[in-house]
């Protein structure tokens, strides 16, 4: 497939680089050649009035949480959890989450996510309906011994045995928080991650009163107790963060920790603000959180988010193309995927989206530096298309596969039950 005639292409490249005029080509999912008047056989798709940039990354959702949008929008995250989300939780079944999933891949594709973070219950479902869409995420189970072990250890194996050699999914190990976990299974869980190599994902330093129990527990900050237990390492990403001291930020930095900034979840729950610009030395992405705390999985959105919030201290932290490296090359890194996603270059997968450019709010784009602040500040979101491995899963704005109709009435039909039954 030729993309061509492309008026910006947003490479993100070491240099970040945004080319005009080129063409970009795709053979075996791969990118395969960047340059000008390029000619290839098959599908080829105008691009002289677009954009276009690669894959965004969500490094960290419970995408299945879709079936719960909108359940609780006032309460802190102690009450919303106890309260609204855990009893909920409990009376899922299987093809809840394989529906609200896919319900979720639906809404990242259409807004350019082509890849994210994943961690919930019964995680198999959630790798059937990524797998049933073809989009590209790091899995793992949301594992708590606290509330009645939910996931046992020997169910992650199967997961990670499973999918290891799958092209679009990476297994990885989720405890859920040092809160929700014992101190025993943190360890098994960060020797279960060491022991397969792959991505350990955990919730840390969310809340202030995560801090405070942690503290009276075990006489550490949250940072520094996972840290005694190994769990701190370049395969860890640690979700949120909002609560950080310098020594915990020291601590990422030495290990070499990602970290997964969710700015509108932690407003949304009142949970506090990362220390982003403070963490200069160590790789942050950007998530979404899930459905019932954010309630989108719109990156763009959380793009403009992620910056507003620092520019209320320093309007000149956070530049437009720092939160857009978040979501794109910094991202990867942070899930260990660099390599193969998170820019335009030759060599890596085409995980693309383009972006039409003759909307009214993306208007008047004279020259690149106005595209970038543009696509933060501006765009609603609503892409074009959205490519994942060379597959076109998104054709000028509509899903090419996945039948929303179906999987709308599925969810519809899910909550409904769910939220009956609480009544
Ligand atoms: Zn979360």
Redesign the pocket.
């Known amino acids: 497939m030729l993309l061509e005639d492309i008026r910006f292409l947003v490479t993100q490249d070491e240099e970040r680089r945004i080319l005009t005029d080129v063409d970009l080509l795709v053979e075996d999912g791969r990118i395969d050649e960047i340059g000008e008047d390029l000619s290839a056989p098959g599908e080829r798709i105008d691009c002289s009035g677009k954009a276009v940039m690669p894959g965004l990354v969500n490094s960290?959702t419970?995408a299945a949480m879709t079936v719960f949008r909108g359940v609780s929008d006032s309460k802190l995250l102690q009450g919303w959890l106890e309260e609204e989300i855990l009893p909920r939780e409990d009376r899922l079944e299987g093809e809840d989450i394989y529906f609200g999933t896919l319900m979720g891949i639906a809404e990242m594709l259409l807004t350019g996510t082509t890849c994210f973070n994943d961690m919930y219950l019964m995680e198999g479902e959630v790798a059937r309906a990524v797998d049933h869409a073809g989009v590209r995420a790091v899995l793992s189970y949301g594992m708590t011994d606290e509330h009645g072990m939910r996931e046992p250890l020997e169910e992650v194996e199967r997961l990670i045995t499973g999918y290891k050699d799958h092209d679009l999914i990476e297994p990885a190990v989720g405890p859920h928080a040092p809160y929700t976990c014992s101190t025993e299974f943190l360890r098994k869980a960060g020797e279960t991650a060491e022991e397969h190599d792959v991505p350990l994902h955990i919730?840390l330093s969310e809340t202030e009163e995560e801090n405070e129990r942690i503290l009276e527990a075990e006489g550490k900050t949250p940072a520094e107790y996972l840290d005694s237990l190994g769990l701190l390492g370049p395969r860890t990403v640690a979700?949120h963060c909002t609560h950080l001291n310098g020594a915990d930020i020291e601590i990422l930095e030495e290990r070499g920790a990602g970290v997964a900034h969710n700015p509108a979840a932690n407003l949304k729950l009142g949970s506090g603000i990362a220390p982003v610009p403070g963490l200069e030395g160590v790789d942050v992405g950007l998530g979404t959180?899930?459905m019932a705390s954010n309630n989108n999985h719109n990156l763009f959105e959380e793009m403009k988010f992620a910056s507003l919030v620092q520019k209320l201290e320093d309007p000149r932290e956070m530049s437009a193309q720092k939160v857009l490296d978040m979501a794109t090359i910094d991202g990867a890194r942070v899930l260990g995927l660099e390599d193969r996603i998170g820019s335009l270059e030759e060599g890596k997968r085409a995980d693309i989206l383009t972006v039409e450019l003759s909307s009214p709010e993306l208007s008047p784009v004279n020259k690149p530096e106005d595209l970038i602040s543009h696509l933060v500040f501006s765009f609603s979101g609503n892409v074009s298309d959205t490519m994942v491995e060379g597959d076109l899963k998104v054709r000028d704005g509509e899903l090419t596969e996945l039948d929303i109709d179906e999987i709308r009435g599925e969810v519809e039909d899910r909550r409904g039950r769910i939220d009956g039954e609480s009544a």
């Open positions: 960290h419970h919730h979700a959180d899930g």
